[in-house]
């Protein structure tokens, strides 16, 4: 654990600390990439995991629209460039360690690319998995496919 986040434990409550030293102590992966968690602001629904890199979550805090890491891509991804369904920052925080991301969200419909609100829709029973919700939108739908 860095030295930063070592002495913010000790730190008083609504105490306010310098951003750019705060993110220069993110534990980012080998990749550059922490994980992100959405959560639906005013229900605590959790939406979804991505990853984001620097400049993502400082586009994120900047700009109050979401940006992720698209590992499969590559290269920045605003939620919502091709599906519609956005997420704009209400808060952010980081966990303890500073390698995990919270973010409290208003998501815009579905937030997975199933056409689901959530991407946590498969429960893990005792002796099956089982879907949990039907997809708000047709994913071919969603995406222009159809």
Known sequence: MSDTFKALERAPADSRHEL??????????AD???PAIAQQHDSGE?????????EALE???NTGRVCYWSRSRGKL???GESSGQQQYLKSAALDCDGDTLLLQVDQTGPACHSGRRSCF???????AARITDAPLIDPDTLYGKA
């Open 59 to 61: 586009e994120t805090l």
């Open 46 to 54: 959790v939406l979804m995991m991505a990853w984001m890199n620097r």
């Open 32 to 34: 550059g990439l922490i």
């Open 77 to 79: 991804w605003r939620k």
């Open 20 to 29: 750019a030293g705060v993110l220069a102590a993110i534990r980012f992966n």
């Open 121 to 127: 829709y498969v429960a893990l029973e005792k002796e």
